[in-house]
């Protein structure tokens, strides 16, 4: 087992265009989440799965932004409309256990850069 | 709402000497607190976290944080540090004690800068 793995590693995009991120989480873990990190800032929550079904999403998560898990495996980030205030690190976390037991494991993240 | 305060943005200090990152929290409710890490090109790794009872809490790498209610305060400390434990430090809390569920409220981090 690698760990929490993010794809790509670095993206670079025009302002109005889509970009999109795939995180592909431990295998087994049940629990995934999306976090967005701005220079100078600590992580941003922003959305949280368990299995496939998406059950809390942050103000944060502006129509522009959809996330999916289809299958309750990896899962996809879409910005729809990049503008220039989207530029952060984007993390993808996975966890398994409830309660005390309950661990979150991170990815890398991926970099988006808008220009 | 709960937020985070981590009082310093940069901490330099030589190897080998004794280090403290702080970590200030606010919340209307009981919350559970967290140190995460988060080395250069690296995802962010649990160092600790505290649930209840000893307010002393040990974790990874030799780090150690005490929880004092009254003062809301949650700070990282480390006897001797090591040129290796150069990186980000977050502080962070949550309602859930695994940290998960509608997440983490992290500080802004404290770059831990050790010099030879």
């Known amino acids: 087992d690698t760990g929490v793995s993010q794809d790509p590693r670095h993206k670079i995009t025009k302002r109005g265009q889509n970009v999109t991120f795939r995180c592909d989480p431990i295998?087994?873990?049940?629990?995934l989440y999306w976090y967005r990190q701005t220079l100078g800032q600590g992580p941003e929550f922003l959305t949280y799965?368990?299995?496939?079904?998406?059950?809390?999403k942050s103000r944060l998560l502006s129509d522009r932004f959809s996330a999916e898990r289809p299958k309750g495996s990896f899962s996809t980030l879409e910005i729809q409309r990049t503008e220039q205030g989207d530029s952060a690190m984007y993390l993808c976390?996975?966890?398994?256990?409830?309660?005390?037991?309950?661990?979150?494991?991170f990815g890398s993240g991926t970099q988006l850069s808008v220009l | 709402a709960q937020s985070v305060t981590q009082l310093d943005s940069q901490v330099p200090v030589f190897e080998e000497a004794p280090v403290e990152l702080r970590c200030n929290y606010s919340?209307?409710?009981?919350?559970?607190l967290f140190w995460y890490v988060q080395y250069p090109n690296q995802g962010l790794q649990l160092l600790l976290k505290?649930?209840?009872?000893?307010?002393l809490v040990k974790g990874i790498n030799g780090f150690e944080a005490e929880f004092n209610k009254s003062q809301t305060s949650f700070h990282l400390r480390k006897p001797s540090v090591h040129i290796s434990d150069t990186a980000e430090y977050f502080c962070?809390?949550?309602?859930?004690?695994?940290?998960?569920?509608?997440?983490?409220?992290f500080g802004k981090g404290t770059h831990l800068i050790i010099q030879p």
């Open positions: 799965f368990q299995n496939e079904a998406q059950l809390e």
């Open positions: 962070a809390v949550s309602l859930y004690s695994g940290g998960g569920a509608d997440g983490l409220t």
């Open positions: 919340s209307s409710v009981s919350v559970y």
């Open positions: 295998s087994e873990h049940n629990r």
């Open positions: 505290y649930l209840s009872g000893s307010t």
């Open positions: 976390a996975s966890s398994v256990g409830i309660g005390n037991n309950e661990k979150l494991f």
